[in-house]
C-alpha cells in the first residue's frame, strides 16, 4: 500500500476516491493540515502506486486495509477524512472502529442502503447544475465490459469526469490529469473501476453498520454544483451528530474547487477537539 505523509502531531488519514488518488491532497491541503498535524494520505487498493488485485473492493475490505496501515504506522486514534470513495471507505472505517476515530469528514458522495441506489434508476438522477448522472450503472456493468470499452481511452474518461463534474471545469489541472492518468493506465489500474460494481454489498453491510449510529462528530458536504446537501443527509440517518451541508461554487472536486473553504472548516473541526 503506497502512501505519503507529512508534518507532525496527531494524525489525520485522508481517502481519495475515484478519478483520483493520493495525488489529490498533496498540493493543496496537506502542506496546511501538516503545520499541525501528522497527514497521512494512502493509495487505496486499485489506485495509484498501491497493488491493483483482482478482488476486494467493496469499503469494508478497502476500510480494513487502511486499517492495517494505521496500526502499522503506530496510530491509536485518528482524525478520519474521506473523499468520494473513500469517504464510503471512511464511514465503514469509522462504524467498524468507532473508538479509535476521534472525528470523521464524510465529502461528495451518498451509501450504499442510504440514497446512493438513486444514481441507478432510469430517467437518470441529475445534479446540482442539471446534469445527467449516468455513469454509475455503466461501470457497474458485468463481465470486464467497461474495463475493456475504456482500457486505452483512460485520459477521455479522466478528463471527462473531471471537468463534467465541475463547477469550475479547470479546478484539476492539466497536470494532474497526467499523473492520474498514469495511474489509471498502468497494468491492473482500471481494477479501481470496481469501487462501483460492490453496490449491492456495500448496502448490506451499511445496514448492519447503521444499527449502531456513529457517536462521534461528523462533517459532511458535498458540492452545490453536484450532491449538495445529499452527504449530510445522508449521514443523518447513520450518526447522531452532523453538520455540514452544501458548498456554494463548488462541484464534484472539492479540494480543488474550494481548498481554502475545506483547509479552515477542517481545521476548526479538528481543533474542537484538540480544546
Not at 34 to 57: F, I, N
Not at 117 to 129: I, K, N, Q, S, Y
Request: net charge negative.
Amino acid at each position: 500500500m503506497h502512501y505519503v505523509t507529512a508534518g507532525r502531531g496527531d494524525p489525520v488519514v485522508l481517502l481519495h476516491g475515484f478519478a483520483q488518488t493520493c495525488h489529490m491532497w498533496i498540493a493543496r491541503i496537506m502542506p496546511a493540515l501538516a503545520q499541525r498535524y501528522t497527514v497521512v494520505a494512502p493509495d487505496l487498493r486499485g489506485a495509484g502506486d498501491s497493488e491493483k488485485p483482482p478482488h476486494g473492493y467493496d469499503k469494508k475490505t478497502l476500510a480494513e486495509d487502511v486499517y492495517q496501515l494505521v496500526q502499522h504506522l503506530g496510530f491509536k486514534k485518528i482524525f478520519l477524512v474521506g473523499h468520494d470513495f473513500g469517504a464510503n471507505t471512511a464511514y465503514a472505517y469509522a462504524a467498524a472502529h468507532q473508538d479509535q476515530v476521534r472525528r470523521l469528514v464524510f465529502l461528495e458522495t451518498l451509501l450504499g442502503g442510504f440514497g446512493y441506489e438513486d444514481a441507478l434508476r432510469h430517467p437518470f438522477a441529475t445534479d446540482g447544475l442539471g446534469r445527467a448522472v449516468w455513469h454509475v450503472g455503466f461501470l457497474d456493468a458485468p463481465d470486464g465490459i467497461p474495463e475493456a470499452l475504456i482500457a486505452g481511452r483512460e485520459r477521455l474518461l479522466l478528463r471527462w469526469f473531471h471537468q463534467h463534474f465541475a463547477y469550475n471545469p479547470t479546478a484539476v489541472s492539466a497536470e494532474d490529469l497526467e499523473e492520474y492518468v498514469r495511474c489509471y493506465s498502468s497494468p491492473g489500474g482500471l481494477n479501481a473501476l470496481k469501487y462501483y460494481s460492490t453496490h449491492y454489498e456495500d448496502a448490506a453491510h451499511n445496514r448492519v453498520l447503521a444499527k449502531t449510529p456513529l457517536k462521534m462528530p461528523v462533517l459532511a458536504y458535498g458540492g452545490a454544483a453536484f450532491l449538495g446537501e445529499g452527504p449530510k443527509k445522508a449521514l443523518e440517518q447513520l450518526a447522531v451528530n452532523v453538520r455540514g451541508g452544501s458548498i456554494p461554487e463548488c462541484g464534484h472536486w472539492i479540494p480543488e474547487e474550494r481548498p481554502q473553504f475545506l483547509i479552515d472548516e477542517l481545521l476548526k473541526f479538528f481543533a474542537e477537539e484538540d480544546g
